[in-house]
């Protein structure tokens, strides 16, 4: 469950529980609890009215005509995908594409695809204040207002304030991390027992009453802790006991100590090359690249429970490639 933000404050542009309540509705799969839910929130501002009527009209205009004449509707992470691949191609995208492209990223359940934009020069994306918690059984994913993806552990718990000129959030638990880069702007967890601070990156912060764990799988993270601060880099694991130095170790395969997130993947910016590793862990499937400079192209993504064939459709419409599955390889080419 997520606490510390009102129904009512929440964005029309967010992955969240309102968007997810209001697209149940549309789908005629709310109950009459939800749909009561729904109505009041409704009431609340003329916001979020405007809110319901802008998700309302996206989801009407993204409906497509299957061949058997019945109403089918195209995954989100398509939508964006198209209007990345026209920015890649500098073709005019509209600034209605791209609302339609933000509003849809908030739609796909169990999927979500950030948008890309090459070139653009934007400003530190700082973050909103927030809190979330999981329980003891419960696994939960949150997307920051920066665009960083974080999957939380059960017993979780993590706090975002709102800082003029950093991006900060403060955890207790264990907590994964895919780290939107910004130069401008680093990214730290704090934590009882010590801190990581990264540009953009990878990695998963485990902190309990014995000390700190940073494992990192791609990118580096410069972790502090008893006033010593050491470098970590992918594949390497650093743990600092509470009162001692941090000291960094590269077993040799760091995969077991994230097999607590199950099937969830998340990329950002991430090389098609490393991609097609991770896939192949996750299915047991081998997967080839055709040439080298596909395998530099990068990918933006996070997935839930998806099958093989969803992520890599969603991957190849992401790098402008065409992705195919024969006897159980699958093949990226151009």
Known sequence: MFYGEAPHELTCYGFNYVNKLIIRSLQQRATSREEEELREWRRVTPENERCYREVEAVWRATAVVSEGGAEARPRAAEIVSEAETASRRRKPIASRLRQVAAVAAALVIGLLVSEIRPGLQVEPTLLRAAEFVTGPNELATAKLSDGTVVRLAPSTR??????????????????????????????????????????????????????????????????????????????????AFRGRPPEVSRPEDIRPLLDWMGSFLAFENTPLRQVALEIEDRYGMRVTIADSVLAQRTVTAWFGDENPEAVLRVICRITDTHCSIRDGVASIEP
């Open 158 to 239: 993590l706090r975002v304030e709102e800082r003029a000129d950093r991006r900060e959030v403060w955890l207790d638990g264990k907590a994964f991390f895919a780290v939107t880069s910004n130069e401008r702007a680093p990214f730290t967890v704090r934590t009882r027992a010590g801190e990581a601070l990264v540009l953009g990156t990878r990695f998963e912060v485990d902190v309990n009453s014995t000390g700190l764990r940073v494992v990192v799988v791609e990118g580096k993270v410069e972790v502090g802790a008893a006033d010593h601060r050491v470098e970590v880099g992918a594949g390497e694991v650093t743990r």
